[in-house]
């Protein structure tokens, strides 16, 4: 199993190999250890809908989540044992009540995918968050926004939470019938979808709407090589580093290819 922690911390930088990666995990984990208990927040499994054969949607009451301000792209962690943590982003965070929601995609095997497929109403899940992770600022009018079964969640927190914001989707699948009916779930209807690696194509039609301003940007979210080749391509097309933002939520550790370079 390929560890993706790293990915949840430095999203711009080229990531540290080897022993240097060993030790900056070894330290992670000694300090989840001994500092998390203090940040993490007991809460409860109270709903969890399997949308599709790859998506579960839960929703999780606790109540820390009644005191904590959640700003729309922020993202929540999962303890799944003692060194392992998952990010998830909510879909909502319903202050009044202590309930949060999010969408995860069950892409194989992995801690994270189980649990999200295994949790039963009144099971317990150890938070942390919310944390920091896509920010946008309040002054945007419009943004472009691409991503994958992944980032549905994200996309539907900023559309439903920023009226002001004009928002269009784009987005990449493993399996178009099994994303759609979600994205209508999610009133994500309007987005154009691809298949895989259908990168020159996502390019030049994000690039083709897009008006540069101080009041737009371009997300991309989602997939590690997935954003690397779509970045490049706009260049390519013209549009500047500052009109995009990147997130990026996984990615295939060892593809010599997929490094993001600031
Ligand atoms: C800030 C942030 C917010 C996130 N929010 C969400 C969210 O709301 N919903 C959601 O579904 N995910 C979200 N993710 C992504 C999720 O945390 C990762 O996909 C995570 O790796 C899943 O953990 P796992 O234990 O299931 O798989 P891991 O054990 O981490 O990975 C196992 C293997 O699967 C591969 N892999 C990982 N993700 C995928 C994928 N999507 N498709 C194909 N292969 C994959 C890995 O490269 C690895 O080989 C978020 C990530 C970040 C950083």
Same mark, same amino acid.
């Given at each position: 199993m390929q560890n993706l922690f790293f990915l949840q911390k430095k999203t711009l930088s080229i990531h540290k190999e080897g022993k240097g990666k060993n030790i900056m995990s070894k330290v992670k984990n000694v300090l989840l250890k001994v500092l998390g208990p203090l940040f993490l927040s007991e809460s409860?499994?109270?709903?969890?809908?399997?949308?599709?054969?790859?998506?579960?949607?839960?929703?999780i009451k606790g109540k820390s989540f009644k005191k904590s301000e959640w700003?729309?792209?922020?993202?929540i962690q999962v303890r799944l044992s003692d060194d392992i943590m998952r990010s998830y982003t909510p879909s909502s965070w319903d202050r009044q009540n202590g309930v949060v929601q999010t969408l995860v995609y069950m892409h194989g095997?992995?801690?994270?995918?189980?649990w999200a497929r295994d949790a039963k109403p009144g099971s317990k899940a150890t938070i942390l968050g919310p944390r920091g992770s896509l920010v946008l600022s309040e002054e945007l009018k419009e943004v472009v926004f691409f991503g994958d079964e992944t980032t549905f969640?994200?996309?539907? $927190? /900023?559309?439903?939470n920023f009226k002001q914001l004009s928002v269009r989707c784009f987005f990449e699948n493993t399996d178009l019938r099994e994303s759609k009916?979600?994205?209508?779930?999610?009133n994500l209807q309007d987005s154009t979808l691809y298949t895989l690696s259908q990168y020159d194509i996502i390019a030049s039609d994000i690039a083709r709407?897009?008006?540069?301003?101080?009041?737009?940007?371009?997300?991309?979210?989602?997939?590690?090589?997935?954003?690397? $080749? /779509?970045?490049?391509?706009?260049y390519t097309l013209g549009i500047l580093p500052e009109d995009i933002i990147v997130?990026?939520?996984w990615g295939w550790k060892d593809d010599p290819n997929g490094k993001l370079k600031k």
């Open positions: 409860k499994v109270v709903s969890n809908e399997r949308l599709s054969p790859h998506f579960q949607f839960l929703t700003i729309p792209g922020q993202k095997k992995g801690p994270g995918a189980l969640g994200l996309a539907y $927190a /900023i559309k439903e009916p979600v994205l209508e779930r999610f709407g897009y008006q540069s301003s101080t009041t737009s940007k371009i997300v991309l979210s989602g997939k590690q090589q997935s954003i690397v $080749a /779509i970045r490049q391509k706009l997130k990026v939520y």
